[in-house]
């Protein structure tokens, strides 16, 4: 799967530099961030931001592919309960990355446009509040980058703004495993172990 969304990456940013101009822009908004799979209760979004750089590239009269460059907080928060017979207290989880989503876009009408693609996350920083286990620092205990997909809808206006509401799944696990042996440890590992982002933004065109 890694190779797979690679060699998709490779293969377009090859042809969209090839293409003609590029309407350049940036873009900024909210997340609202978790992680997926057998996950226990007391699991709920933790609410963060996103921002960074975008370039479309015109591919036929309906059609386009963006490619991104974006910071984004990620995370997830929990509110606290009993795991395996072990007190979780409440914390938030804190996960920074750079994201490059490639962004293959569909304008079923005018100015409005549906949106897929692939997306690699490489990982910035992991803490937690919670000290107790090296110091609140995560990053040794969760892979150096996250494989997604993306699916979504944005609206193009004429004077450059545009909105766009989008859904991020993670493909990869970002889990490396227990830190500590034996258990118990992250109690998360056993549990939700890819990214879940819905994020809400509004950009600016600059051609």
Known sequence: MKKIILTVFIVVFTMVSVQGQAEIGIKA?????????????GLRFRT?????LVAEFETSPSTAVQPEIMYSSQGFHYDGGIINGESIAEDNYKLDYLNIPLVFKYYFSEGASFEVGPQVGFLLSAKTADDTINNGDLRDNLTNASFDFLVGFGYKFDNGFNLNARYVGGLTNIWKGYNR????GYWYYDYGKRNSVFQLTVGYYFN
């Open 181 to 184: 042996n034996p258990p118990p």
């Open 48 to 52: 963060a931001y996103d921002f960074g």
């Open 29 to 41: 908004g909210v997340n609202f961030a978790s992680i997926m799979g057998d996950t226990p209760r």
